[in-house]
C-alpha cells in the first residue's frame, strides 16, 4: 500500500531551537495537510497546500510557524524558535482534493519541547 | 464557518455488544462526510465515507449513513470486537463545486474501548 512518510517520529528538542519535520506524500497526491493534535484541542490544521500552493494557513501561528512545498514530493513544516507549548504530534496527510475523497494520513511526528 | 460535534468519550463497551456514536454537523451546502479511525500511536485511517445524502458508507462492519434532514452521520457496529478499540473522529469536507478548498474539519474524537 502506498503511504504517507514522515520524519522524525520522534523528537525531543529545547526551547528556542528550530524544528523541522517532514513529510513525502503519495506519488501522484496533489494536495497536502499539516494537522496539529494534541488532548486540549485535538486535531487543528495547520496548513493546506494544493499543486504545492498554500491554500489556506490560518490556523499556523505566523510568528513562528513555517510550511513549503519545494517539490512535490516533500513538504515541510519548521518551528523556530520552538516552544513547550508546541508540543504535540504532528500529521502530514495527502490526497487528490476533491469533494469524494479521502486523505492518506502518516504517522506523525510526536514533538517534544522542553 | 464548517464544524463538527461528536458525542465525548470515553466509551467502553463488551465484545459483541452494539456501537453507536453519535455526530452531527453545521456546514453550507452539501458537504462530503467522512469517518476517520486512529489505532494507538498511529495516524488516522479512512474508515469510510459518504458523498451525498441518503448515502451510506461501510466498512470492516462499520456503518454510517448520511442524514441531510438531521445534519447527522452516526456510526454504528452491531457487533464490536476488542480489535476495534481506538479513538473515532467524524469529518466533513466542503463540496462546493468548481472551488478549491476540500480541507477537512475534524470532531473532537470519541475513544471507544472494547473489554473482552
Known amino acids: 500500500d502506498a503511504r504517507v512518510t514522515q520524519t522524525p517520529r520522534h523528537k525531543v528538542t529545547e526551547m528556542g531551537q528550530e524544528v523541522t519535520m517532514r513529510c513525502q506524500p503519495i506519488?501522484?497526491?496533489?494536495?497536502v495537510f499539516w494537522y496539529r493534535q494534541t488532548m486540549m484541542q485535538g486535531l487543528e490544521l495547520l496548513a493546506y497546500?494544493?499543486?504545492?500552493?498554500?491554500?489556506?494557513d490560518s490556523g499556523m501561528p505566523k510568528d513562528r510557524f513555517s510550511a513549503e512545498m519545494p517539490d512535490a514530493t516533500l513538504a515541510t513544516l519548521k518551528i523556530q524558535p520552538s516552544e513547550p507549548r508546541d508540543s504535540a504530534v504532528y500529521f502530514c496527510?495527502?490526497?487528490?482534493?476533491?469533494?469524494?475523497?479521502?486523505?492518506?494520513f502518516g504517522s506523525g511526528t510526536r514533538l517534544t519541547v522542553v | 464557518g464548517n464544524s463538527v460535534t461528536q458525542m465525548e468519550g470515553p466509551v467502553t463497551l463488551s465484545e459483541e455488544a452494539f456501537l453507536t456514536i453519535n455526530c452531527t454537523y453545521t456546514?453550507?451546502?452539501?458537504?462530503?462526510l467522512f469517518w476517520y479511525v486512529q489505532y494507538p500511536g498511529e495516524g488516522l485511517q479512512l474508515l469510510l465515507k459518504?458523498?451525498?445524502?441518503?448515502d451510506k458508507g461501510s466498512n470492516k462492519g462499520f456503518e454510517a449513513t448520511y442524514r441531510k434532514e438531521t445534519t447527522s452521520f452516526h456510526l454504528e457496529k452491531g457487533s464490536v470486537q476488542v480489535s476495534d478499540s481506538a479513538v473515532y473522529f467524524c469529518?466533513?469536507?466542503?463540496?462546493?463545486?468548481?472551488?478549491?478548498?476540500?480541507?477537512?474539519?475534524f470532531g473532537k474524537g470519541t475513544l471507544l474501548t472494547v473489554n473482552p
Open positions: 496527510a495527502s490526497g487528490l482534493g476533491g469533494p469524494n475523497y479521502g486523505y492518506t
Open positions: 506519488l501522484g497526491h496533489n494536495t
Open positions: 497546500f494544493r499543486n504545492r500552493a498554500p491554500l489556506d
Open positions: 456546514a453550507t451546502g452539501y458537504p462530503s
Open positions: 459518504a458523498t451525498k445524502a441518503d
Open positions: 469529518a466533513l469536507s466542503p463540496n462546493n463545486s468548481g472551488g478549491s478548498n476540500y480541507k477537512l474539519t
